[in-house]
């Protein structure tokens, strides 16, 4: 019902150009209805990839979605040396799967073992974090997925259990981790409506626009799991980062 309705806001006010947002409206709308048709669209916040929609199409052009797991595993490389194994935690869902995999295979050309975890309550992450400190790092899926999140516990108790370097992608999740390379969904917005105009004012065609991939990203570093590891961050990494200080939600 929901996409009868916005195909019919797109048929009924015939923009000169749409803009959207995430997979569901590249699956369930564009790909279905609109893909090499003459209503120009621009997309952001597909995660990792838009082949399997057929984008880039005559009609369609945009920014996708990537984590920086590559530079943040890196980082890690240096920062807790020899960073031969490390512990993926995630909630037990399917995107935390499909993320892991991605891990997975960037581990293994890094000469990274990567063991995963999975959890479906607050209690069985914990173990996981508590078990993980036994690699030489560990990586912090989201936890979108475990209904019974427990923050102020968590958040509370975390400190005693760190002894080892724990990073991240997700904003959200720096509460829980050391450090952390997040993406600025503004970058992603920005884009999108510069594309928009440049299609609507120079009548450019979104086939002669590359998609392109996020490029931005903050640096976060949480200053109580910091103290706890012992780690000492290099001046050129703390001089660009933005500290959190966390003892309640």
């Known amino acids: 019902k929901k996409i009868t309705a916005v195909r019919r806001l797109i048929e009924y006010s015939r923009p000169d150009v749409v803009i959207t947002a995430d997979d569901n409206a590249a699956k369930y709308l564009i790909q279905p209805y609109y893909i090499n048709s003459e209503t120009p669209f621009v997309f952001c916040g597909i995660n990792w990839s838009a082949e399997n929609y057929g984008f880039p199409a005559s009609n369609v052009t945009g920014m996708i979605e990537v984590a920086p797991i590559k530079p943040l595993m890196e980082w890690a490389q240096r920062l807790a040396p020899p960073a031969r194994t490390a512990t993926y935690i995630g909630a037990d869902t399917l995107t935390e799967r499909k993320n892991y995999g991605r891990y997975k295979v960037l581990g293994e050309k890094m000469g990274i073992d990567i063991t995963p975890r999975f959890a479906s309550t607050s ?19 989201s936890n979108a997925g475990i209904n019974d999140w427990q923050s102020e ?18 904003q959200w999740m720096m509460p829980y981790s050391v450090l952390g390379f997040t993406k600025i969904p503004e970058e992603q917005g920005i884009w999108a409506g510069k594309t928009a105009l440049a299609i609507i004012e120079q009548d450019i065609k979104p086939i002669d626009i590359p998609v392109v991939a996020n490029r931005l990203w903050d640096i976060w570093i949480n200053s109580q799991l910091i103290s706890a590891t012992g780690i000492d961050l290099p001046a050129r990494l703390q001089q660009k980062a933005k500290f959190m200080s966390v003892t309640s939600p």
């Open 123 to 141: 209690a069985e992450w914990k173990q996981h974090y508590i078990d993980a400190q036994q690699s030489d790092f560990v990586i912090m899926g």
């Open 153 to 170: 516990a968590l958040i509370q108790s975390l400190p005693e259990h760190t002894k080892r370097l724990s990073i991240t992608v997700h």
